[in-house]
């Protein structure tokens, strides 16, 4: 098994490692605990005069351990946990080099920091798939410091050489004598001690956990109902809040016609006017929801500098064509070769309009916001986020206050897919603090999930046009690709920065496919509707738009899609074993279409993709009844390079299937009037368990550095499962959602 490590026995400086406990910080952990503070120096929210050693700012692991008394490790992870594992497998690279079961840590996101901001060593998000990937170097040392630690104090207290002592887990063992010292009862013995300099990481020939299906730390707690999502928090004498939006973003409120009568309701405590909002204060969520849900609002239009006010006469449908004939000026974001001496000396052309929906995020936890403004002037916030010290500034700027006078608790995500960042009009945290401080008294305020759909920024739409040049053997010698779109990047910030928004093309640039020439580019068009990244961000629609266009070049040079892709990437082995691997996985690669053993006609697709590090392949069977696509089986080979455990690799891909084959065979955001069709489930289809197929996942270490877990497994699976419907009813198919066929 391969592994992204340090070779076996190579001796690492830690980076200054500070043993913070010996200056009573982390208050609240029991008496005596163990605590190492890694990597940047100790914000003042932790250890108000910790003085760090020197280092270099944003270049290690920012985490604190925790041993406590009664044996548990309490570990507080810069990753939020939102379903996709990090919190297991942070516990399985400290625990491997700290030599202590996965099992007995507890673990909780930890607070905001310059400690925590680990992803480039200068900012911390919980997406990208990047987590494991940018902590795992600085978890293992941070692991193998406190066993070092440990195993320093032991031989202090049994005056041996450190070189006479090893470990078993959660304790440290003198064979010679038999001798054994829990790490709990090392605890005290350890405060004192200085980190080393350095330390020795395993073998990974060693491995006892990475790279083991390690069972999940949260799944019981979540499964008892002892998890605490935002929805769930609760402070003393907390009141509870709901809103009524604009039915259209930029329009603001002229009056509350019936205000005397919300305010006479049961339970109510008071009705206010919000930015483009009306909001209820109760004593109670269901008071103030059935208040705010009677209020009589009339809204006036946007005026003024708004941000992106949305117009009254906006059609999803109408924009979706107004790009697909849009011209302008083409930013390439990728080129090689001649493209039109290629197409021009091309045997054979095809040019063909690819298009993208626009899409919900549709987590399951609607978003929610609790603040509480304390005695002392400070204020406290709960709420679902990926990234803590982002939203803490923002924080800052909606309250007035300065950042030390900020707490931010992050509790459990209940589902996220890059619905948790900072965008403009998309979270109640505003709305929370406001309220709070017109009240005096702590505020909770849920969207419900109506307001939820009215206000969540959407995955961007797009229009891509490919041109392809093939030879007289049938292979493409040439292929551009013009994505009408607007990326997420810059839709959030309202402007563009003079550079093309990577997000707008990732998935048609870097594709690893040997041709002559080829040619990417965009021309940006405005969405009116507010965006946001979305799970595989770009990749997740333009792997769709290359790989089946891919396809139908195949079929113009009577080429087998498979084949085609085989000879596309001769000489890149790893590629061409994943393909392999995923033919394999699904019992060999045929096309169709042919009658399956229950006498269905079924066909299949095949799709590549490479996100976030990560390779990925996609083989979809499917067949059609009564106008509907049914997807039969779904085979994935994914080579992240190396693993942690594969048991969470599995259930991502399974999680990612799930989300593609939802976004390429239902879900869309339709507006019509400038209004969303959609403002709740019965309206926004998903994916259904009766539609979901059997999914089939080979995880390949081809050894490559790292790469992530939670996004790759999506965007090669619309693109299969299109390929093969395009095969199975002899026309391609060039949008999403595929939604109901005719077979005719």
């Given at each position: 098994?391969?592994?992204?490590?340090?070779?076996?026995?190579?001796?690492?400086?830690?980076?200054?490692?500070?043993?913070?406990?010996?200056?009573?910080?982390?208050?609240?952990?029991?008496?005596?605990?163990?605590?190492?503070?890694?990597?940047?120096?100790?914000?003042?929210?932790?250890?108000?005069?910790?003085?760090?050693?020197?280092?270099?700012?944003?270049?290690?692991?920012?985490?604190?351990?925790?041993?406590?008394?009664?044996?548990?490790?309490?570990?507080?992870?810069?990753?939020?946990?939102?379903?996709?594992?990090?919190?297991?497998?942070?516990?399985?690279?400290?625990?491997?080099?700290?030599?202590?079961?996965?099992?007995?840590?507890?673990?909780?996101?930890?607070?905001?920091?310059?400690?925590?901001?680990?992803?480039?060593g200068q900012m911390r998000i919980t997406g990208g798939s990047f987590s494991v990937r940018s902590s795992y170097a600085t978890m293992r040392k941070l692991g193998a410091t406190a066993r070092a630690m440990?195993?320093?104090?032991?031989?202090?207290?049994?005056?041996?050489?450190?070189?006479?002592?090893?470990?078993?887990?959660?304790?440290?063992?003198?064979?010679?004598?038999?001798?054994?010292?829990?790490?709990?009862?090392?605890?005290?013995?350890?405060?004192?001690?200085?980190?080393?300099?350095?330390?020795?990481?395993?073998?990974?020939?060693?491995?006892?956990?990475?790279?083991?299906?390690?069972?999940?730390?949260?799944?019981?707690?979540?499964?008892t109902g002892r998890a605490q999502f935002s929805i769930d928090m609760a402070v003393p004498g907390m009141l509870h809040a709901a809103v009524q939006h604009a039915p259209r973003l930029g329009m603001t409120v002229t009056r509350i016609r019936n205000e005397a009568a919300v305010k006479a309701m049961k339970g109510v405590h008071s009705v206010h006017v919000l930015n483009g909002a009306v909001a209820v204060v109760a004593q109670r969520f269901w008071h103030a929801r059935r208040a705010v849900e009677a209020a009589q609002v009339d809204w006036a239009e946007a005026s003024g500098a708004t941000y992106r006010p949305m117009p009254a006469s906006f059609s999803s449908a109408a924009f979706a064509?107004?790009?697909?004939?849009?011209?302008?000026?083409?930013?390439?974001?990728?080129?090689?070769?001649?493209?039109?001496?290629?197409?021009?000396?091309?045997k054979t052309t095809i040019s063909a309009t690819y298009h993208s929906q626009y899409l919900n995020h549709a987590q399951l936890e609607p978003p929610s916001a609790l603040a509480r403004f304390n005695g002392d002037g400070t204020l406290e916030v709960?709420?679902?986020?990926?990234?803590?010290?982002?939203?803490?500034?923002?924080?800052?700027?909606a309250s007035g206050l300065p950042p030390e006078k900020i707490t931010v608790h992050s509790p459990l995500l209940g589902g996220f897919f890059g619905r948790h960042f900072i965008y403009p009009h998309a979270s109640p945290f505003p709305q929370a603090i406001e309220l709070?401080?017109?009240?005096?008294?702590?505020?909770?305020?849920?969207?419900?999930?109506?307001?939820?759909?009215?206000?969540?920024?959407?995955?961007?739409?797009?229009a891509v046009r490919f041109r392809a040049a093939l030879g007289a053997d049938g292979l493409p010698s040439a292929i551009e690709a013009v994505s009408i779109t607007e990326g997420p990047t810059e839709g959030i910030a309202d402007k563009r920065s003079g550079k093309i928004d990577p997000a707008a093309l990732e998935g048609l640039t870097g594709k690893a496919y040997a041709l002559p020439a080829k040619r990417i580019a965009q021309i940006y068009a405005k969405s009116p509707a507010p965006l946001a990244y979305w799970r595989s961000v770009g990749n997740s629609m333009n792997d769709f738009f290359y790989e089946t266009f891919l396809d139908e070049v195949a079929d113009k040079g009577g080429q087998d899609p498979f084949a085609l892709r085989m000879k596309l990437l001769q000489g890149n082995a790893r590629l061409t074993n994943l393909l392999q691997a995923v033919a394999d996985?699904?019992?060999?690669?045929?096309?169709?279409?042919?009658?399956?053993?229950?006498?269905?006609?079924?066909?299949?697709?095949?799709?590549?993709?490479?996100?976030?590090?990560?390779?990925?392949?996609?083989?979809?069977?499917?067949?059609?009844?009564?106008?509907?696509?049914?997807?039969?089986?779904?085979?994935?080979?994914?080579?992240?390079?190396?693993?942690?455990?594969?048991?969470?690799?599995?259930?991502?891909?399974n999680s990612a299937v799930a989300l593609g084959l939802s976004q390429v065979l239902i879900e869309e955001a339709v507006f019509k009037d400038g209004?969303?069709?959609?403002?709740?489930?019965?309206?926004?289809?998903?994916?259904?368990?009766?539609?979901?197929?059997?999914?089939?996942?080979?995880?390949?270490?081809?050894?490559?550095?790292?790469?992530?877990?939670?996004?790759?497994?999506?965007?090669a699976v619309p693109p299969a499962v299109a390929n093969a419907v395009s095969?199975?009813?002899?026309?391609r198919i060039r949008r999403m959602p595929i939604g109901r066929v005719d077979q005719a």
């Open positions: 098994m391969n592994h992204m490590s340090q070779p076996q026995g190579e001796t690492l400086p830690t980076g200054d490692p500070v043993n913070v406990s010996r200056r009573g910080v982390l208050g609240g952990l029991a008496t005596g605990a163990l605590v190492l503070g890694f990597g940047l120096p100790v914000g003042a929210a932790r250890a108000q005069s910790a003085a760090a050693a020197p280092i270099v700012p944003g270049t290690r692991v920012p985490a604190f351990l925790a041993i406590l008394p009664d044996g548990r490790i309490r570990l507080q992870s810069p990753f939020m946990e939102g379903g996709q594992g990090i919190w297991t497998a942070l516990a399985q690279i400290v625990g491997e080099e700290l030599d202590a079961d996965p099992a007995s840590f507890v673990i909780e996101n930890a607070p905001t920091g310059r400690d925590y901001q680990v992803v480039f440990l195993m320093q104090a032991a031989a202090s207290r049994w005056q041996l050489p450190v070189s006479a002592l090893t470990t078993q887990p959660g304790k440290v063992v003198h064979a010679a004598s038999g001798r054994v010292l829990t790490y709990a009862q090392l605890v005290q013995g350890t405060l004192d001690l200085p980190a080393p300099a350095a330390v020795t990481l395993k073998d990974p020939a060693q491995f006892r956990w990475i790279g083991k299906p390690v069972k999940r730390l949260d799944v019981r707690d979540k499964s064509a107004q790009l697909a004939t849009t011209q302008g000026t083409e930013e390439v974001g990728e080129s090689s070769g001649d493209i039109a001496a290629a197409l021009a000396s091309a709960w709420l679902p986020n990926q990234a803590p010290d982002i939203f803490l500034g923002e924080i800052a700027k709070a401080k017109r009240v005096g008294a702590p505020v909770k305020l849920i969207w419900t999930r109506e307001e939820e759909f009215l206000r969540d920024p959407l995955r961007p739409m797009a996985l699904a019992g060999g690669w045929k096309a169709g279409p042919f009658t399956a053993p229950d006498g269905s006609k079924r066909a299949r697709g095949v799709a590549m993709a490479s996100p976030f590090g990560t390779e990925t392949a996609a083989i979809a069977e499917v067949s059609v009844k009564d106008g509907q696509v049914v997807v039969h089986d779904l085979w994935q080979a994914i080579d992240p390079g190396n693993i942690v455990n594969p048991a969470i690799i599995t259930a991502q891909v209004l969303r069709e959609a403002r709740n489930f019965d309206g926004y289809s998903i994916l259904t368990p009766d539609r979901m197929p059997r999914v089939h996942v080979r995880v390949v270490e081809s050894g490559a550095p790292m790469g992530g877990i939670g996004e790759p497994g999506l965007p095969r199975l009813l002899g026309r």
